[in-house]
């Protein structure tokens, strides 16, 4: 055995204790990463689990109605679907795609309050859901409509009353007539053979006269019994003439107007637009246009406005612009623009309408009082006849007076009655003048009543100017 060297021996050592330390330090520094690493791991487990639990808590995951919405979701997102459900749910809702919760039930809410508010005292309107609110609805509707098919058969049955009470009256006037004309012929014979008695036998004088008088006067008592009859008859027919005239009233309530219709059927449609305030229409040749007709331009979009109140100033129907016709051709027609809206721009397929101008009929108006085309304040004759020249210029026809076949009625400014004291009203120029202008409102009034009994439009001036697009043109 050869002996031990203590310097290798020492030497063996230090390696060993050098390269156990190094093993430590190496051990330690992996220790603290680990370590360092799964703290970082619990904490981001602990904040995704605290995140998902504000979302979705952990008994919620076994909810059968989330693993219903599992099974329909077939592999999307849960989340995914639940959100597009509530968004479907919000448009179904309010009609509008994005829909809150909150704003589809403040929808929900206004819509219940609103059913509520409108359909008045005797019908109640569920609050517990829109579906129960809308099947009372639906039903209601359903009785309303029944209502109006039974008094629609009461007005029907009221009617074939009327006709059987005038077919009666005739038929006993008729035979009122017959009997009268047979105690005539009655009454003819007997005056002819009194006097053949009176010729032949003088004397029985006495005795034929006393027979011709009795006859006569019960001639004369079935004479007043029948047109006592008659009267009561007609009286009768009167009344039933009232009757008829009441469900006729009602009958008219229940239909509906007419004007909007008349007014917003466009005439024309701008088939092109070419720049520097040039526009075309599809009219052309052969459909009654002509150079200077002006029409005015409304967007396709939002239409031509309804009539509204057409004897006010409000809500007057402006278009985006007026043009002119300056040419004629085969298909269509070139228009330079009048006037235009600021912030707006003619369109292809944008809607024209002139009220007098239809290419396949001549509709008749009523021009009626003072116009003051200028706005100076001063309404006169004048100008009313330039509006009737329009009307005949542009193929229309002007009427004489109002009755179911005037199409329209243009009324011009309203008469204002003079103020004047007592004193004043002693002279006689201002008592005509106050009389006069009294006698003008009356006249103007009536017109326009009896335009609305007959259903006709009624269109004050500025509201006419702007339907033929002449507005601007009449203020030149």
């Known amino acids: 055995m050869p002996p031990i060297n203590p310097q290798a021996s020492r030497g ?28 970082k791991s619990e904490k981001d487990l602990a904040d995704l689990k605290q995140k998902y639990s504000d979302v979705a808590p952990d008994v919620m995951l076994t909810d059968p109605a989330v693993e219903a919405v599992r099974r329909e979701a077939a592999g999307a997102p849960v989340l995914q679907v639940v959100m597009k459900q509530r968004d479907d749910l919000g448009k179904l809702i309010t009609g509008k795609s994005g829909t809150s919760f909150a704003a589809a039930q403040q929808a929900a809410t206004s819509a219940l309050d609103g059913a509520a508010r409108q359909v008045g005292a005797g019908v109640t309107v569920p609050r517990d859901g829109l579906t129960s609110a809308v099947s009372a609805l639906a039903g209601q509707v359903a009785t309303e409509n029944t209502t109006i098919a039974g008094l629609r ?39 002819s053979k009194w006097s053949q008695d009176v010729a032949n036998l003088q004397g029985t004088l006495t005795q034929i006269q006393t027979s011709t008088d009795t006859e006569r006067k019960t001639a004369a008592d079935a004479v007043t019994k029948k047109d006592a009859e008659i009267a009561a008859k007609q009286k009768e027919i009167e009344r039933l003439n009232a009757t008829v005239a009441g469900l006729t009233d009602k009958m008219n309530k229940l239909r509906q107007p007419t004007e909007n219709a008349a007014v917003r059927q466009p005439k024309a449609v701008i088939s092109r637009v070419i720049g520097n305030n040039l526009v075309y229409i599809n009219r052309g040749e052969g459909e009654q246009i002509t150079p200077g007709m002006t029409f005015e331009v409304y967007d396709r979009g939002t239409g031509i406005p309804p009539l509204g109140d057409a004897t006010t100033n409000e809500n007057l129907p402006v278009g985006k612009a007026s043009i002119e016709v300056l040419r004629v ?34 509709s008749n108006f009523l021009v009626y009082g003072n116009f003051d085309l200028d706005q100076n304040g001063v309404p006169t004759p004048q100008d009313a006849e330039v509006i009737k020249r329009l009307i005949t210029q542009w193929g229309g ?20 009655v003079p103020t004047y004291s007592q004193e004043d009203l002693k002279d006689p120029i201002n008592r005509k003048k106050y009389d006069d202008a009294l006698a003008a409102v009356e006249a103007f009034n009536n017109v326009k009543a009896k335009a609305v009994e007959l259903h006709i439009p009624v269109l004050n001036q500025n509201r006419f100017l702007y339907y033929i697009g002449y507005y601007e043109m009449a203020r030149r």
């Open 397 to 416: 026809k002007v009427a004489n007076d109002i009755n179911v076949d005037t199409d329209f009625v243009v009324l011009g400014v309203e008469p204002k």
């Open 329 to 362: 051709g085969a298909t269509s027609s070139e228009c330079r623009v009048i006037k235009s809206q600021p912030g707006t721009a003619i369109s292809e397929g944008d809607l024209c309408q002139n009220l007098i101008y239809d290419p396949n009929t001549k």
């Open 153 to 191: 058969k009461d007005l029907k049955a009221a009617n074939d009353k009327v006709a059987q009470t005038v077919a009666d009256r005739e038929a006993q006037i008729a035979a009122v007539n017959k009997q009268m004309e047979g105690v005539r012929g009655e009454q003819t014979a007997s005056v």
């Open 12 to 39: 063996g050592l230090i390696t060993t204790v050098v390269v156990m330390t190094i093993l430590f330090l190496t051990a330690f520094v992996f220790a603290i990463t680990f370590n360092a690493k799964l703290n």
